[in-house]
């Protein structure tokens, strides 16, 4: 398995013969083997998450599909949506799960689980939803902005509903077993920049987790290991270095 880190929350998972590009916007999306089955999955409709540039994937790659939550549809015109999406471009709900058909790239609510591509979904603490993907015998998870949002300032009542919204969609995923996961880790939070991630790797059972979403502030990735309560798992916690960094797993 390769994994490039594109940039922000852009990560792009490749096998060997199919390759899932998740919430790309800016950096330099890899090259792939024109032979390969491409997936481009966005979380929602925020626009450091949703670039409409990967539609110009299509010239390059004649197997592909883009799998979009329901809000970035609810976000664009329909000209725009009359000329980006073709139907090659499905869109999701939150807590759901669909099935790609592994001949033509149909995805639907109905499939072959021992042959087709899982994909379920998780409801955002912000907008749209995270992604479960089940491909080749293997599980990732990208948690686009579902996360533990929050900060210093709030009122007691708001943290209480936040912490109840994300912990509640997490502990959707125990007892399951996650091969890759992405998860965020945003310095904006100040002090409170670790408690997503901390909660994700105490309550999840993942092999190795990407930092994601932290702003190019790539130093937040070893302070974040660096604490104390980081040594049961800091080992699964992947040191990013630069955009586009490449990981062989």
């Known amino acids: 398995m390769k994994i490039t880190y594109i940039g922000h929350s852009g990560v792009s998972v490749e096998y060997e013969d199919w390759v899932c590009v998740f919430d790309h916007y800016n950096g330099d999306i890899p090259e792939f ?30 197997h592909i599909a883009f799998i979009l939550s329901k809000d970035v549809r609810r976000h664009m015109s329909a000209k725009v949506r009359s000329a980006l999406c073709g139907k090659d471009t499905f869109f999701v709900d939150k807590n759901r799960k669909y099935f790609i058909n ?78 890759v996961a992405f998860a965020v880790l945003d310095p904006r939070q100040e002090e409170r920049y670790w408690m997503g991630m901390d909660y994700f790797l105490t309550h999840v059972d993942a092999d190795v987790v990407f930092p994601i979403h932290f702003w190019n502030e790539f130093g937040w990735i070893a302070r974040f290991k660096e604490r104390e309560g980081a040594l049961s798992y800091k080992d699964k916690v992947i040191d990013i270095q630069y955009n586009g960094q490449t990981f062989y797993l």
């Open 102 to 179: 592994v001949d033509d790239l149909h995805v639907s609510e109905e499939g072959d689980a021992d042959k087709d591509i899982c994909v379920e979904t998780l409801r955002s603490t912000d907008e749209g939803v995270a992604f479960i993907v089940s491909i080749k015998g293997k599980t990732l998870y990208h948690s686009g902005d579902l996360h533990w949002w929050t900060w210093k300032g709030e009122t007691e009542k708001e943290y209480e509903a936040m912490t109840k919204a994300y912990t509640s969609e997490i502990d959707r995923l125990k007892g399951r077993h996650i091969d």
């Open 33 to 62: 083997d024109k032979d390969k089955k491409i997936l481009f999955f966005v979380s929602h409709f925020h626009a450091d998450h949703f670039n409409r540039d990967i539609f110009s994937q299509r010239e390059k790659y004649g």
